[in-house]
């Protein structure tokens, strides 16, 4: 500890990410990236002339990659901000929208299982917090986030909540805006390509609605650092205000011009899409053949238990054959594993080797 650290920092809980191996060999399904390259078109875009242009600041407003990921859900620019990744989207979010607010005074609401990412920046921006337990089978229920007096500093959950995989219709969603309409509610797309549907195209019809996004997963530029929100012009107008006390310049001129090469390249986002989710459901069959309950997974990974074996056990024996995949030790879920979509010959490899494992 650092006799230099405020109060505030030596209170902190950082987040974990999962492990980044140095080793080639290794086989990585604890990380939620995408297995296959970047579309060609996003990958072409390093030429000399843009190069010759990284002598000059970026568009601060990130204009063209507003517009075009705007269009893509029927929307106008005002509506769409870009960021460094959706974290830093998120993050924006939570200094812009959850603090004090007159009248509003009260926790802000997630998840009790969900990305651990958000007690961390409640915590950082002093955000009073609370979580809401899933149901016995891990179903989001958002009754309680309707209740009276709830979460009147705000709500913000994934869908698909992660690490479950478990989606929500956006009629569900819809109705929740419904009932608590001076309550900003953060809805996290992250992973929504993969079998989920958006709620972006509700942010005409509810301001109190932000919705994130990320490029990282389905469109396989996680190493790129490019997130989007969709809301309300009101909302957007806030995120930009805290992002241009922060850092006035989050995407550069290669991430934005790489990030709408890609989200115009729909053939691409498809193909790939439908590979991964056939891939998912092979290894869904799999593990259950295995002995282990897998959760519904409308995202590119998957939730798992195996009827006898502890996660952990299960977890590093798996990493003793090159194999990772996540694991969280916190009540209710230390038995299960998240298990990340790789290509179909890295998920033969998991499944031989968790037969090696269970002795099948």
Same mark, same amino acid.
């Given at each position: 500890?650092?006799?230099?650290?405020?109060?505030?920092?030596? +209170?902190?809980?950082? %987040?974990? /990410?999962?492990? $980044?191996? @140095?080793?080639?060999?290794?086989? @990585?399904?604890?990380?939620?990236?995408?297995? %296959?390259?970047?579309?060609?078109?996003?990958?072409? #875009?390093?030429?000399?002339?843009?190069?010759?242009?990284?002598?000059?600041?970026?568009?601060?407003?990130?204009?063209?990659?507003?517009?075009?990921?705007?269009?893509?859900?029927?929307?106008?620019?005002?509506?769409?901000?870009?960021?460094? !990744?959706?974290?830093? #989207?998120?993050?924006?979010?939570? =200094?812009?929208?959850?603090? =004090?607010?007159?009248?509003?005074?009260?926790?802000?609401?997630?998840?009790?299982?969900?990305?651990?990412?958000?007690?961390?920046?409640?915590?950082?921006?002093?955000?009073?917090? @609370?979580?809401?337990?899933?149901?016995?089978?891990?179903?989001?229920?958002?009754?309680?986030?309707?209740?009276? !007096?709830?979460?009147?500093?705000?709500? #913000?959950?994934?869908?698909?909540?992660? /690490?479950?995989?478990?989606?929500?219709?956006?009629?569900?969603?819809?109705?929740?805006?419904?009932?608590?309409?001076?309550?900003?509610?953060?809805?996290?797309?992250?992973?929504?390509?993969?079998?989920?549907?958006?709620?972006?195209?509700?942010?005409?019809? %509810?301001?109190?609605?932000?919705?994130?996004?990320?490029?990282? @997963?389905?469109?396989?530029?996680?190493?790129?650092?490019?997130?989007?929100?969709?809301?309300?012009? =009101?909302?957007?107008?806030?995120?930009?205000?805290?992002?241009?006390?922060?850092?006035?310049?989050?995407?550069?001129?290669?991430?934005?011009?790489?990030?709408?090469?890609?989200?115009?390249?729909?053939?691409?986002?498809?193909?790939?899409? $439908? +590979?991964?989710? $056939?891939?998912?459901?092979?290894?869904?069959?799999?593990?259950?053949?295995?002995?282990?309950?897998?959760?519904?997974?409308?995202?590119?990974?998957?939730?798992?238990?195996?009827?006898?074996?502890?996660?952990?056990?299960?977890?590093?024996?798996?990493?003793?054959?090159?194999?990772? #995949?996540?694991?969280?030790?916190?009540?209710?879920?230390?038995?299960?594993?998240?298990?990340?979509?790789?290509?179909?010959?890295?998920?033969?490899?998991?499944?031989?080797?968790?037969?090696?494992?269970?002795?099948?």
């Amino acid at each position: 500890m650092s006799r230099f650290w405020s109060d505030q920092v030596h +209170r902190l809980s950082p %987040y974990v /990410p999962g492990e $980044q191996p @140095k080793s080639p060999d290794l086989i @990585k399904l604890n990380t939620n990236e995408n297995p %296959y390259p970047p579309s060609n078109r996003a990958l072409a #875009v390093l030429d000399r002339a843009l190069g010759e242009r990284l002598r000059l600041y970026p568009d601060p407003g990130s204009a063209a990659l507003r517009e075009l990921a705007a269009r893509r859900h029927g929307l106008e620019p005002e509506h769409a901000f870009a960021g460094n !990744g959706s974290d830093e #989207v998120l993050a924006l979010a939570f =200094a812009a929208f959850f603090g =004090a607010r007159e009248g509003f005074e009260g926790p802000l609401l997630f998840p009790d299982i969900s990305y651990s990412f958000y007690p961390v920046w409640a915590d950082f921006f002093g955000i009073e917090w @609370k979580t809401v337990p899933l149901t016995d089978d891990f179903a989001l229920d958002l009754a309680p986030y309707c209740a009276d !007096g709830a979460g009147q500093g705000g709500i #913000v959950f994934p869908n698909p909540n992660a /690490p479950t995989g478990i989606a929500l219709p956006r009629t569900r969603i819809e109705a929740l805006l419904e009932a608590v309409p001076d309550r900003v509610v953060v809805v996290d797309e992250a992973y929504v390509d993969f079998g989920a549907e958006s709620a972006a195209p509700l942010v005409t019809r %509810y301001e109190n609605l932000l919705v994130a996004q990320s490029l990282s @997963k389905s469109h396989a530029l996680a190493g790129l650092r490019v997130g989007l929100a969709f809301g309300s012009p =009101a909302l957007i107008a806030g995120l930009d205000r805290v992002k241009s006390s922060f850092n006035s310049y989050p995407v550069d001129r290669i991430a934005e011009r790489i990030a709408c090469e890609a989200l115009d390249d729909e053939a691409w986002l498809e193909t790939t899409r $439908q +590979r991964i989710t $056939q891939t998912r459901e092979w290894t869904t069959g799999r593990l259950v053949e295995l002995g282990f309950s897998v959760l519904p997974s409308s995202a590119n990974f998957v939730f798992a238990r195996h009827r006898e074996k502890p996660g952990r056990e299960l977890m590093d024996g798996l990493r003793a054959h090159d194999v990772l #995949v996540r694991h969280f030790d916190k009540p209710r879920i230390a038995d299960h594993l998240r298990i990340t979509i790789g290509t179909d010959d890295e998920m033969k490899r998991l499944v031989s080797v968790l037969e090696t494992l269970l002795g099948t």
